[in-house]
C-alpha cells in the first residue's frame, strides 16, 4: 500500500509512470488537481478535460452520498483502501478499489488516489464458482450414471437369457428390449463420462492425424448441403484415449450441422499454444497445449446460452439432448485439458478444446 507523507515529487513520477489511473484531488472542494493518461484513457476523457471536473463526476450516483460523508466528516484524511465504483464519460459503471493517501500539493491539502479496476477479479470469482458448479453437477451425474449402468446390466443379462430360451414371440420382444438397453447404456456412458468416471486408455497421439482419418465419418455427419474444411497443423501430439477423442469430434460436428440450418461450412483446426502464465479461468496451468478448434457458420448462441451451454440437459435446440457438450466438457477434464466457447449470435460459433500437449511417439 502506498504510504501517507510521500514527498510531492515522487508522487508526481509515479503519477506520470503508473499504468493504473490516478487523481489528485481537493477532498474539501472535490476538485480534480491532476490526472495521468492511465485515468484519461480509462475514463474517457482528455487530459484537460479533468481540470473542470470534480470527484463527484467520475463515481457513480450511489456512491456519490458516501463520498461526501467522507469528505464532509474528514475522515478521507486517513490512508486507506476503498471499494467503489466509477463512472466513465459515456456512462459505464465498473467497481473498482481505491488507494488512497492525503498529502500537500502544490501547498494545499489534497488526496492522491490509484485506481484499481476491480472487473478481472469478479470475472474470476464468477468462472471459479461456475466450475464449482459443474463439478458438483458432474460428481452427481456420475453416481447416478454409475448406478443406472448397473441396473441396466441386470436387465441386459435378463433380456439375452429370454432370447436364448422363450418361444419366437416372446424372444422377439426381448430382443427389442435388449437392443434399447444398448442405447440406454449409450446415454449411460456420456453420463459417465461427465461424471469423471471413466478415464479412458491415454497415450501420445498426433490429434492432426486423428482429425484427418475421421474426415469422411464427419462430412457425412454434416450432410451433402455442408462443407468440412480442414485446416491442419502437423505433429500436434497430446495424451488422449482415442475413442473418447472421436466421441467429442463427433458431438461437436453434430452441433455444428444442427446449427447451420441454411447449410454452412464447419472447420476443423488445430494448433499448439503456449500458455505462459496459465489460464485460471479455464483451469489450465502454465504449458504447451494442443487446440482443437471447431467452427460452424451457423445461428451462434446469446450470451445467456453460451454460459449454460455445457451444462447437462441444457440446449438451444428444440431437438437437441443436451448432452453433446456437457459429455465433451467431461471428457476434457478426464484429459486434464479445458473448453472455450467463442459465439455470438448470427455469427456462428467456435469450440475451442485444450489437450495439454507431449512430446512425439519415437520413429
Not at 481505491?98 to 476491480?118: E, N, T, Y
Not at 474470476?124 to 454409475?146: C, F, K, P, Q, W
Not at 468440412?228 to 500436434?236: E, F, G, M, S
Not at 467463442?342 to 475451442?352: H, R
Request: charged content about 20%.
Amino acid at each position: 500500500m502506498l504510504a501517507s507523507g510521500w514527498p510531492e515529487k515522487d508522487c508526481r513520477a509515479l503519477l506520470v509512470e503508473a499504468p493504473w489511473p490516478i487523481f489528485v484531488w481537493n477532498p474539501e472542494t472535490g476538485a480534480i488537481l491532476e490526472a495521468n493518461a492511465a485515468a484519461a484513457r480509462r475514463y474517457g476523457y482528455r487530459l484537460e478535460d479533468f481540470a473542470t471536473l470534480r470527484a463527484n463526476d467520475i463515481v457513480s450516483a450511489r456512491v456519490r452520498p458516501t463520498l461526501a460523508q467522507l469528505t464532509g466528516s474528514g475522515q478521507a484524511a486517513h490512508a486507506g483502501n476503498l471499494l467503489s465504483e466509477h463512472v466513465t464519460s459515456s456512462g459505464e459503471i465498473f467497481p473498482v478499489e481505491v488507494i488512497s493517501f492525503a498529502l500537500a500539493w502544490k501547498d494545499q491539502r489534497a488526496r492522491f488516489s490509484l485506481i484499481r479496476d476491480q472487473r478481472p477479479n469478479l470475472d474470476l470469482v464468477r468462472d471459479s464458482s461456475y466450475l464449482t458448479s459443474l463439478e458438483n453437477m458432474a460428481r452427481v451425474s456420475g453416481a447416478i450414471a454409475h448406478n443406472f449402468n448397473n441396473l441396466l446390466t441386470i436387465i441386459q443379462l435378463a433380456a439375452s437369457h429370454l432370447c436364448e430360451m422363450a418361444p419366437p414371440e416372446a424372444a422377439q420382444q426381448a430382443e427389442l428390449i435388449a437392443n434399447t438397453v444398448a442405447e440406454a447404456s449409450l446415454l449411460a456412458q456420456q453420463l459417465l463420462h461427465f461424471g469423471h468416471r471413466r478415464p479412458g486408455r491415454m497415450e501420445a497421439c498426433d490429434l492432426a492425424e486423428l482429425v484427418h482419418a475421421e474426415q469422411d465419418i464427419l462430412q457425412a455427419a454434416l450432410g451433402g448441403d455442408m462443407m468440412l474444411r480442414l485446416d491442419l497443423t502437423p505433429d500436434c501430439w497430446a495424451m488422449a484415449d482415442r475413442n473418447q477423442f472421436r466421441e467429442v469430434l463427433l458431438n461437436l460436428v453434430i452441433n455444428a450441422m444442427e446449427a447451420m440450418t441454411h447449410g454452412g461450412t464447419c472447420t476443423l483446426r488445430t494448433a499448439i499454444k503456449r500458455l505462459p502464465q496459465g489460464c485460471p479461468r479455464l483451469d489450465l496451468a502454465e504449458g504447451s497445449y494442443v487446440v482443437l478448434s471447431v467452427e460452424d457458420t451457423g445461428a451462434g448462441m446469446s450470451e445467456e446460452a453460451r454460459q449454460h451451454a455445457m451444462e447437462p440437459y441444457f440446449s438451444t435446440k428444440p431437438q437437441g439432448h443436451g448432452l453433446g457438450l456437457s459429455s465433451v466438457y467431461g471428457i476434457m477434464r478426464l484429459h486434464s485439458g479445458g473448453v472455450e466457447i467463442l459465439t455470438e449470435q448470427g455469427k456462428g460459433t467456435q469450440v475451442l478444446l485444450y489437450f495439454p500437449a507431449t512430446e512425439a511417439l519415437p520413429e
